[in-house]
């Protein structure tokens, strides 16, 4: 597999360095990408330079995650209106361990194999490294011309004239210059990759090498992705889509990517998944004849919740995803776990009902009017059922009077109740 060309195909190439493709066809090389550590969890924006380095690993060289544990105290000011606000070390510690059991769904880091992933934090080499001796060693072959001639130096600068830029922000791409020379030194590492607004900082790496070291060092970035409409990727109302499956369930995670849009769909597959490009070029020909099936959406969603989270989340995320409609959706209502549950009803009004009541055994009207206000009035709740239109956990209820008690609680503490067809509410026990 020639990565170089993997990457092209996938569209993943925004700038590469002279040189690269015939760096990697003379020798198994170690390449890195920088992560920022300043969460205990990983977003989906972090997974196209995951997915690079994973190919990387596949093409047969040694891939190296580098936390940014030293200059996540600062903030990279690429793409960045304000400074971002700084973290201590046991916090970085602590993320970086969250981070690392993430990259291992992606990165075979355990075995023997002569390709194995690093893991490195650059604070480890940094927090020993005196000021006075930074600038003596490091500062001295960077100009403050080349440093100011750097896009994310320049609009950074000039969205900010009010305010200006921070020393601490200006010295960034010199401490992530370092990080480079000191993986190259280190580890033999001679590629750095990123997203396309790393592209300065990542030269200024290479160049580093050069003029120290005499070195020859290489860049590849991959395009900023965004959506079709040309909002940004990543971004849903609640806030980012984290890998986590606290902070974003495998039922959200999996409604994410089933819910892409047509075009976004052909891209992120090549991106976000390990499918060839025949696979790929299969499911682009069942999606034209017949769009309405969406099956580059079902295997995107597929391919990257099993990555992410498992086979088995995957699983329950389609049977949660079918609760709406399917005729099976009482026997999937007690088999999906609490918080998959939580996540298909979100949002829905909730009331809270008495355990003890229901323990006894209540009968239904009084349960929907007097115990939750799913009903205005006991006479709106007959009428409704002798029409069909209510539902106890997707169960049509014929008799109002019908008694619910503990046995109808999901996993212990949940009654779904239904009016009409699209009104739900969540009947919490306490």
């Known amino acids: 597999m020639n990565f170089v060309k993997e990457l092209e195909w996938r569209g993943m190439i925004n700038n590469i360095m002279p040189g690269t493709d015939e760096q990697l066809n003379r020798e198994m090389t170690s390449a890195y990408v920088?992560?920022?550590?300043?969460?205990?969890?990983?977003?989906?924006?972090?997974?196209?330079?995951?997915?690079?380095l994973k190919h990387f690993q596949r093409a047969g060289h040694r891939?190296?995650?580098?936390?940014?544990?030293?200059?996540?105290?600062?903030?990279?000011?690429?793409m960045k209106s304000q400074e971002r606000v700084l973290i201590d070390e046991p916090t970085l510690r602590h993320n970086q361990e969250c981070i690392r059991r993430q990259l291992a769904k992606f990165l075979d880091f355990d075995s023997d194999?002569?390709?194995h992933a690093i893991l490195v934090n650059n604070y480890d080499w940094m927090k020993n490294y005196s000021f006075l001796?930074?600038?003596?060693?490091?500062?001295k072959h960077i100009t403050v011309n080349y440093m100011m001639a750097k896009d994310s130096v320049k609009k950074r600068l000039a969205a900010n004239a009010d305010h200006g830029m921070s020393f601490t922000e200006f010295s960034y791409q010199l401490l992530q210059g370092y990080d480079f020379l000191h993986l190259?030194?280190?580890?033999?590492?001679?590629?750095?990759m990123g997203g396309s607004d790393q592209w300065g900082n990542i030269t200024t790496g290479t160049e580093l090498i050069r003029r120290m070291d005499g070195g020859e060092a290489y860049a590849i970035t991959c395009p900023l992705i965004t959506k079709a409409d040309g909002t940004k990727f990543g971004?849903?109302?609640?806030?980012?889509?984290w890998l986590d499956p606290k902070r974003t369930s495998p039922y959200k995670f999996y409604q994410f990517w089933v819910n892409v849009s047509d075009a976004d769909a052909a891209k992120y597959i090549k991106i976000f998944t390990d499918l060839t490009q025949d696979d790929i070029a299969a499911l682009e020909q069942q999606q034209a004849a017949d769009p309405g099936q969406r099956p580059l959406q079902k295997r995107l969603a597929k391919e990257i919740t099993t990555m992410v989270h498992s086979a088995q989340d995957y699983e329950t995320a389609v049977e949660a995803s079918q609760i709406l409609f399917s005729n099976k959706a009482n026997d999937i209502l007690h088999k999906i776990d609490e918080a998959t549950l939580l996540s298909v009803f979100e949002g829905v009004p909730q009331f809270e009902v008495s355990r003890d009541r229901l323990s006894a055994g209540i009968p239904a009207i009084q349960l929907l009017t007097d115990e939750a206000a799913?009903?205005?009035?006991?006479?709106?709740?007959?009428?409704?059922?002798?029409?069909?239109?209510?539902?106890i956990n997707k169960e049509k209820l014929t008799d109002p009077n019908a008694t619910i008690d503990a046995s109808h609680l999901l996993n212990g503490k949940y009654i779904l109740a239904q009016r009409g067809k699209k009104n739900y509410y969540l009947l919490i026990a306490k």
């Open 63 to 78: 891939p190296i995650a580098l936390i940014g544990g030293a200059t996540g105290m600062i903030g990279d000011p690429s």
């Open 34 to 52: 920088g992560i920022d550590p300043t969460a205990d969890s990983l977003h989906i924006g972090h997974l196209v330079g995951i997915m690079m």
């Open 113 to 115: 194999a002569p390709n």
């Open 374 to 391: 799913v009903f205005s009035s006991k006479g709106e709740m007959r009428k409704m059922t002798q029409g069909g239109g209510v539902s």
């Open 235 to 241: 971004k849903t109302e609640g806030g980012n889509v």
């Open 184 to 192: 190259y030194r280190a580890e033999g590492c001679k590629l750095q």
């Open 133 to 139: 001796q930074f600038i003596r060693d490091i500062g």
